[in-house]
Every structure is written in structure tokens, then in C-alpha cells.
């Protein structure tokens, strides 16, 4: 029967599947070597399913690691900038009012409000002729030669400087 099958036209593209004339029947009371290789063969599995577990476990700990450094960095980036910042504008605001305070000194050092301050607060006026008084000095020199002679007391002296006088001194 099958012998014609494999003389006929096939349509499709496919090999065919070579069928066995007859399969082995399994064996019931047979003893199960392959599962005791198994189990043999499991053992050792285990523990390199524990190595490459250990090695995942490693890289994702490294790469939390290295993205933790990498936040934290950035945020000492950003703390020293935002610190900067506000220095940038504490030194704005420091500069208007300094430019303020200038232009109110330069404001007040002006001669008319100081002749408006005096007349206004203290109830100065100006100089009539009335309250002027003249003054006649004889032209004759104040400084008088003195009369002893200045002693100029030197100034302190050390041991050897001392010894050094009382020796030439003679």
C-alpha cells in the first residue's frame, strides 16, 4: 500500500516524511535508565543555573550602582547650580539698592538742598554785610628763636650700641 504513495505526484514544495514500517513499542517493565541519567544530569545544572542567576543579579547590581553614582552626581550638579542662581540674583538685587543709595548720596551732596536743609531745619541764613567784622593783623613775625638749647633725647639703644658709644666716646 504505501508503494504507490511514493511513486505519485506531489503538488507541494515540502520533502516528504519518511515514515518507519513499524514502530518499537515501549516496554513497560523495562528499567528506566534514562531517568536516573536525568537526575545525574540535573544536579550540576542547578548550580550553574545558580552561577548565571548570581551573574544577572551582579549586573544589575552594577548598573543600579552606576546609575545611582550617575543621579547622585547630578544632583550636586544641580544643587550648585540652583546655589549659584541665587547668589547670581542676591548680587542683582545688592547692586540696584548700592545704585540707589548712590543716587540718593549724590542727590543730597547737591548745594541746593543743603541750602534748603539749613535754612529749613536749622534756620541758618546767608551773611549780610551788617554781620561781617573785619580783622587787622600787624605784619609782624609770630615765630620766636628759642632762647635754650633743644636736647633731642635719642632714641633707646641697645647693650652693644651703648658699649660701642662709651668706648669711642673718648
Do not use: C, W
Not at 652693644?160 to 673718648?170: E, V
Request: charged share 30%; proline share 5%.
Amino acid at each position: 500500500m504505501p508503494n504507490y504513495r511514493l511513486n505519485s505526484y506531489q503538488q507541494e514544495t515540502s520533502p516528504r516524511k519518511l515514515e518507519p514500517e513499524y514502530k518499537p513499542q515501549k516496554n513497560p517493565y523495562a528499567k528506566k535508565k534514562s531517568s536516573t541519567l536525568k537526575k545525574q544530569k540535573e544536579q550540576p545544572k542547578p548550580k550553574l543555573k545558580l552561577k548565571s542567576h548570581v551573574k544577572a543579579v551582579m549586573y544589575i547590581a552594577m548598573v543600579f550602582s552606576v546609575l545611582f553614582v550617575i543621579s547622585y552626581r547630578n544632583s550636586l550638579i544641580n544643587e550648585s547650580f540652583s546655589r549659584n542662581e541665587k547668589l547670581k540674583q542676591t548680587l542683582a538685587v545688592t547692586q540696584k539698592e548700592n545704585e540707589q543709595l548712590q543716587v540718593n548720596i549724590e542727590n543730597s551732596l547737591n548745594l541746593a538742598n543743603i541750602e534748603k536743609i539749613a535754612r529749613e531745619r536749622l534756620g541758618m541764613r546767608k551773611l549780610d554785610s551788617t554781620q561781617k567784622v573785619y580783622v587787622s593783623l600787624p605784619k609782624k613775625d609770630y615765630v620766636e628763636p628759642a632762647a635754650q638749647e633743644v636736647i633731642i633725647e635719642e632714641e633707646e639703644t641697645n647693650i652693644f650700641q651703648k658699649i660701642i658709644k662709651l668706648i669711642f666716646k673718648d
